[in-house]
């Protein structure tokens, strides 16, 4: 299987290739979200995943700020489904 990467520039402006874990079309919202790893690890040597809105334009992958409190929760539980999805495998 194939990964899909995409490319993000830090807060230093360095730029890194993402891995997209999954992506979620909420039909309540009519809002795409994704899950991504930068391939980090946290200080307990966990691998660093982060979630956001994305539009996809062309080839590319465009993460919008997620502002609103309803669509972080919609993104917090999507993460909490995948790593329970890992965990029973």
Known sequence: MRSIQF????????????????TYYDDKTNKDFIVYTDKTL?????????????????????????????DKKIGLELIKELINDINKR
Do not use: F
């Open 7 to 22: 490319e993000i520039e830090d807060k230093n402006g360095r730029k890194k290739i993402c891995d997209v874990i999954a």
């Open 42 to 70: 946290d200080k307990n040597k966990k691998l660093n995943l982060y979630y956001s809105l994305y539009k996809k334009i062309g080839n590319s992958i465009k993460l919008i700020d997620i502002t609103d409190t309803n």
